[in-house]
């Protein structure tokens, strides 16, 4: 008869094709309620069989499971520029789509393969002790082996997301993934459901593209149109069509989105040129601002003189001006200081009751008065966390590469969760990253598939530019997205018991079993550390 390996694993664990898990089977975890909770079943077997899924368990209406498949990787780190935290920095398949599972059947054979189970514990969930027994089972029906997790509800809810989440929001991906009109009825029907998605897994803030977004674009060249505002042009003069812009507030809202950023005002990498601005003239759209129009063009300050009064009367109208953000330009270095400078000047007094908050690292930005909300890098932001810059955010994506938490595809999941107690610990407010579902080759140039191009065609490593897959009717996850959200579960049950003990005692507790103080590039490096850190959180909680 075949024999059936199971291995029952916590989330933390990439299990890789060729190797089979060094690691006891994980059986029992505390929860919160309000949480999702996690965990995996590796398997393999000597020959090639079908089976099916059985759950058994009281909480069986509130779990779902899903397949594991691998993705290819040709740039899993950029050359000379890693550190020994990688699970291999030579291309290759690594696990990290998660895929629905047709009928509760897969397929196992003799590679190791591994199913993502998800636990949502509502707060309503009876407390104490749940099992949960998962069968693989053949197909006349007779049990090929099955695991159980033990899982005890704590008697406390998880309390609200207090951080800002933003990834960025690529609407024109979709539509060139898909092949769909840019805002047809089929392109908001699809926006909708990545927007859904987002939301459950964490992201409270939507960039929105009131201008089609001017990044990662090829310079001289042009993203497909997303431009919500529609705009009339009369000679000197402009008129604005918000419906569009409203219809995406009412979507964003009705899905839980609570915060809301302005697509950038100004050229990435220096603020030294306009976004693409489309308008209608006489009848005919035309393109009238983009790479061929210099930032401080009088042409420009006229539109902005125009535009932004109108668009903050709309934000007022909707109730969401306290709830939105503005970025000048994205990632400005030293050099370009001065044309930052003229940029935010044009904009500052249409702005100016407005959070404007942009990704930079060079600390002389603030202490220059250029900006007063700066977004740094983590492996950048010490100096910024020296000198008690308030309300402070930060993000990572491509560069931070060395020692920081990142969540590329070839770095291990505990990498990617830690990232949660350093929130919380350094009290983050907000944290970006750039790739929420960016479907295109680096700079834009093309449409890539990203079951098989994970890399922007060898220009990132792989998994830097989205989180979630474009599936047949809407996203599937990604095993980053969703240790990505147990982070943030982290950072909300240490926040919960900061209000027994104070912040104090829980830095003490989560660096009891650290070999130093944890900072953004100091940390345990291995899931024990997180998985035994969180059950003492909860074990605390339970307590008081």
């Known amino acids: 008869m075949t024999k059936v390996n199971l291995l029952q694993l916590s989330s933390l664990?990439?299990?890789?094709?060729?190797?089979?898990?060094?690691?006891?089977?994980?059986?029992?975890?505390?929860?919160?309620?309000?949480?999702?909770?996690?965990?995996q079943?590796?398997?393999?077997?000597?020959?090639?069989?079908?089976?099916?899924?059985?759950?058994?368990?009281?909480?069986?209406?509130n779990i779902t499971i899903k397949q594991i498949g691998n993705v290819p990787s040709e740039l899993p780190a950029y050359n000379h520029s890693y550190d020994e935290n990688y699970i291999s920095v030579e291309p290759g398949l690594f696990p990290d789509v998660l895929y629905p599972i047709d009928n509760n059947e897969v397929i196992v054979h003799k590679k190791y393969h591994s199913v993502w189970v998800s636990v949502n514990i509502n707060e309503n969930a009876k407390i104490g002790n749940h099992?949960?027994?998962?069968?693989?089972?053949?197909?006349?029906?007779?049990?090929?082996?099955?695991?159980?997790?033990?899982?005890?509800?704590?008697?406390?809810?998880?309390p609200k997301q207090k951080l800002i989440f933003t990834q960025w929001f690529h609407c024109?991906?979709?539509?060139?993934?898909?092949?769909?009109?840019?805002?047809?009825?089929?392109?908001?029907?699809?926006?909708?459901?990545?927007?859904?998605?987002?939301?459950?897994?964490g992201i409270n803030m939507i960039l929105t593209p009131i201008f089609t977004p001017p990044l990662d674009t090829e310079?001289?060249?042009?993203?497909?149109?997303?431009q919500l505002v529609k705009i009339i042009k009369n000679g000197d003069n402009y008129s604005f069509n918000f419906d569009n812009l409203k219809k995406w507030v009412d979507m964003c809202k009705k899905?839980?989105?609570?915060?809301?950023?302005?697509?950038?005002?100004?050229?990435q990498w220096g603020a030294k040129y306009t976004p693409k601005i489309i308008v209608t003239e006489n009848g005919i759209k035309k393109k009238i601002f983009g790479?061929?129009?210099?930032?401080?063009?009088?042409?420009?300050?006229?539109?902005?003189?125009?535009?932004?009064?109108?668009?903050?009367?709309?934000?007022k109208k909707e109730k969401i001006n306290n709830a939105?953000?503005?970025?000048?330009?994205?990632?400005?270095?030293?050099?370009?200081?001065?044309?930052y400078k003229t940029a935010k000047e044009m904009v500052y007094k249409y702005i100016k009751d407005y959070k404007i908050i942009d990704a930079l690292s060079d600390y002389d930005f603030y202490k220059d008065g250029l900006i007063k909300n700066p977004i740094p890098a983590n492996n950048y932001i010490d100096i910024f966390m020296e000198n008690n810059v308030p309300d402070l955010w930060t993000y990572y994506c491509c560069g931070q590469c060395i020692d920081v938490s990142n969540r590329f595809i070839s770095m291990p999941s505990y990498r990617n969760r830690i990232i949660g107690t350093q929130l919380f610990k350094f009290n983050i407010k907000g944290f970006l990253h750039w790739g929420y579902n960016f479907y295109y080759s680096c700079l834009s140039k093309r449409k890539i598939n990203p079951f098989v191009v994970t890399d922007g065609e060898g220009a990132y490593p792989s998994g830097d530019a989205f989180s979630v897959y474009p599936y047949c009717d809407g996203p599937i996850e990604s095993i980053r997205l969703k240790v990505f959200k147990e982070a943030l579960q982290d950072m909300r049950a240490m926040e919960l018991l900061e209000k027994y003990i104070g912040k104090s005692k829980v830095i003490k507790i989560i660096e009891e079993d650290a070999e130093d103080e944890i900072t953004f590039s100091k940390y345990p490096k291995c899931p024990e550390y997180i998985l035994s850190t969180r059950e003492k959180v909860n074990k605390y909680i339970s307590r008081l």
């Open 255 to 267: 899905n839980g989105v609570e915060f809301f950023e302005m697509s950038h005002l100004f050229s």
């Open 172 to 201: 024109d991906c979709i539509a060139s993934y898909y092949n769909v009109e840019i805002f047809s009825d089929r392109h908001w029907e699809l926006i909708e459901k990545f927007i859904k998605t987002a939301v459950s897994n």
């Open 324 to 339: 939105t953000y503005f970025h000048i330009s994205d990632e400005p270095q030293k050099e370009h200081m001065n044309s």
């Open 41 to 61: 079943i590796a398997y393999c077997a000597d020959e090639r069989i079908c089976a099916n899924l059985i759950i058994e368990s009281d909480l069986a209406e």
């Open 131 to 158: 099992d949960i027994k998962i069968s693989f089972v053949n197909d006349d029906l007779s049990v090929c082996e099955s695991k159980t997790m033990n899982l005890e509800v704590i008697n406390a809810v998880l």
């Open 219 to 226: 310079v001289g060249k042009e993203r497909p149109t997303v």
């Open 13 to 39: 664990e990439k299990v890789l094709l060729n190797e089979k898990p060094n690691k006891n089977d994980y059986t029992f975890a505390t929860v919160l309620k309000g949480e999702e909770f996690s965990y």
């Open 291 to 315: 790479w061929l129009v210099e930032a401080n063009s009088d042409m420009y300050k006229n539109f902005l003189f125009q535009f932004l009064p109108k668009l903050n009367g709309f934000l």
